[in-house]
T-cell receptor, first 112, second 109 residues
Framework: IAGITQAPTSQILAAGRRMTLRCTQDMRHNAMYWYRQDLGLGLRLIHYSNTAGTTGKGEVPDGYSVSRANTDDFPLTLASAVPSQTSVYFC???????????FGNGTRLTVT | GQNIDQPTEMTATEGAIVQINCTYQTSGFNGLFWYQQHAGEAPTFLSYNVLDGLEEKGRFSSFLSRSKGYSYLLLKELQMKDSASYLCAVRDSNYQLIWGAGTKLIIKP
C-alpha cells in the first residue's frame, strides 16, 4: 500500500542523546515535511524539502536537522535531545506545493 | 503575525448537523484545507477551498469567504465515528501551511 512510513512508532530517550526519526514515502512526492504536534497547539513545521537535494527551515527548526539525499527518504535528527522536544512528530509529503499533505502515522517521542 | 482560530471543543448528537468555524489572518492566501484527526492517529485530508463558496463531498461540506477570512466545515448525519479533531490550515503567500490548533468534536448518542 502506497504511503508514508515512519519509524520508530514511539521512543523514550534520555536527554543529551542523539536520535534520528526515519521517514520514507513511496508515492514519488517531491515535497516532504516534518511537523511536531503538541497539545493545544497547531501542527508546527520543523523543516521541509521541496525536492530531493534541497531543504528549508520551518517555524521551529532549532535543535533539529534534516537531509534529503533522494526522493523517498527524509530523516529528522535531534543532535542532543532536550525535554522540550517531547512531542508527537509527523512526517508528511505532497505532490506539489498546491496539493494536500499525506501524513505518516507519527512518532511519539519522550525525552527524559 | 499569522493566526488561525477555531473552537477548542464542540459537542453534537448522533444524526444531527454540526458546523465548525475557522477564521484566519495570514500573509496572503493560497487555499484552505480541512483535515480530520482521530485520537492517536495521523491527520487525513477532508477538503480544499481556494475560491469562495461551498464545496460538497458526501456528508461533509466546506465553505470559504476570502473577504471575511472565514471558513466552516459542515458535517451532516453525524455518526459516532465522526468523533475526532478537525484541523483547519491555510496556505500563505509562501505556500507554507499555517495550522489551527484543531477542534475536538464529541458525538453523543
Amino acid at each position: 500500500i502506497a504511503g508514508i512510513t515512519q519509524a520508530p512508532t514511539s521512543q523514550i530517550l534520555a536527554a543529551g542523546r542523539r536520535m534520528t526519526l526515519r521517514c520514507t514515502q513511496d508515492m514519488r512526492h517531491n515535497a516532504m515535511y516534518w511537523y511536531r504536534q503538541d497539545l493545544g497547539l497547531g501542527l508546527r513545521l520543523i523543516h521541509y524539502s521541496n525536492t530531493a537535494g534541497t531543504t528549508g527551515k520551518g517555524e521551529v527548526p532549532d535543535g533539529y536537522s534534516v537531509s534529503r539525499a533522494n526522493t523517498d527518504d527524509f530523516p529528522l535528527t535531534l543532535a542532543s535531545a532536550v525535554p522540550s522536544q517531547t512531542s508527537v512528530y509527523f512526517c508528511a509529503s505532497s505532490d506539489s506545493t498546491n496539493s494536500p499533505l499525506h501524513f505518516g502515522n507519527g512518532t511519539r517521542l519522550t525525552v527524559t | 503575525g499569522q493566526n488561525i482560530d477555531q473552537p477548542t471543543e464542540m459537542t453534537a448528537t448522533e444524526g444531527a448537523i454540526v458546523q465548525i468555524n475557522c477564521t484566519y489572518q495570514t500573509s496572503g492566501f493560497n487555499g484552505l484545507f480541512w483535515y480530520q484527526q482521530h485520537a492517536g492517529e495521523a491527520p487525513t485530508f477532508l477538503s480544499y477551498n481556494v475560491l469562495d463558496g461551498l464545496e460538497e463531498k458526501g456528508r461533509f461540506s466546506s465553505f470559504l469567504s476570502r473577504s471575511k477570512g472565514y471558513s466552516y466545515l459542515l458535517l451532516k448525519e453525524l455518526q459516532m465515528k465522526d468523533s475526532a479533531s478537525y484541523l483547519c490550515a491555510v496556505r500563505d503567500s509562501n505556500y507554507q501551511l499555517i495550522w489551527g490548533a484543531g477542534t475536538k468534536l464529541i458525538i453523543k448518542p
